[in-house]
């Protein structure tokens, strides 16, 4: 059973920098597609960002392409959102999540994902 364990969260001003990891454990790291999700109070889980196994292949929403970037670290387990030039309506839980063997066909859905982080706060103020 993979488990997954998200930190980096907080509380920062429009326009900061965080990156958030997500730590795996209990599975083959480098079967599983990675994939960022976030949801904000009375809205639902969205699909932020993915990437392949390998790590060669990413994907963004439109709304965080060139101010986000995630990335992976197979020997770490590791997967992270660096996040740069935060505004107001990033402000959400965002929750990492595994699909095992998944494509980039399916992983923008959050449906494709097996496995899922507990999620960490991410607050910007205006």
């Known amino acids: 059973q993979v488990q997954l364990v998200e930190s980096g969260g907080g509380l920062v001003q429009a326009g900061d920098s965080l990156r958030l990891s997500c730590a795996a454990s209990?599975?083959?790291?480098?079967?599983?597609?990675m994939g960022w999700f976030r949801q904000a109070p009375g809205k639902e889980r969205e699909f932020v960002a993915a990437?392949?196994?390998?790590?060669?292949?990413?994907d963004y929403t439109g709304s965080v392409k060139g101010r986000f970037t995630i990335s992976r670290d197979n020997a770490k387990n590791t997967v992270y959102l660096q996040m740069n030039s935060l505004k107001f309506e990033d402000t959400a839980v965002y929750y990492c999540?595994?699909?095992?063997?998944?494509?980039?066909?399916?992983?923008?859905?959050?449906?494709?994902?097996?496995?899922w982080g507990q999620g960490t706060q991410v607050t910007v103020s205006s």
């Open positions: 999540a595994a699909g095992f063997l998944i494509s980039s066909v399916v992983w923008v859905g959050a449906h494709a994902y097996d496995h």
């Open positions: 209990g599975g083959t790291f480098s079967n599983y597609a």
């Open positions: 990437i392949s196994r390998s790590g060669g292949n990413t």
